[in-house]
């Protein structure tokens, strides 16, 4: 189940109805700010063989989706424990993060991210 938390989010971010390119265009900015370009991939641990090993992808700007720390689950057989709480990071990407644009593009970004998360999770 852990790793289906993970693609579940990663797939909402890549939704084509309400995921983040689908938003992105959507989000409010500054009159003086340009929108952020569109996220080029949505990589997740489980399928990325580069993400799964810390690194990140080639392919700027992306998002990826991962799972903070180790997670402790209960190993008996039968127990009242079904469930554990896990954090996942979902990390913005960018190929030159010095620049006010680059600072800026974040924010952009970020802000379509939670929307898209709060779309997700409140159709589930």
Known sequence: ??????????????????????????????????????????????RSDTVAVGRYPKNYP????TLEGDVSLQGEVTSDYRDSEVTVLVRYVQANAETAKARTDCYYTLRAVQHCLRTLFSNA
């Open 1 to 46: 189940m852990l790793l289906e938390t993970i693609r579940i989010v990663a797939d909402g971010l890549a939704s084509e109805t309400y995921g983040v390119n689908a938003v992105l265009s959507a989000v409010p900015t500054d009159p003086s700010d340009t929108t952020p370009p569109a996220i080029v991939a949505i990589e997740d641990e489980t």
């Open 62 to 65: 992306c998002l990826v989706v």
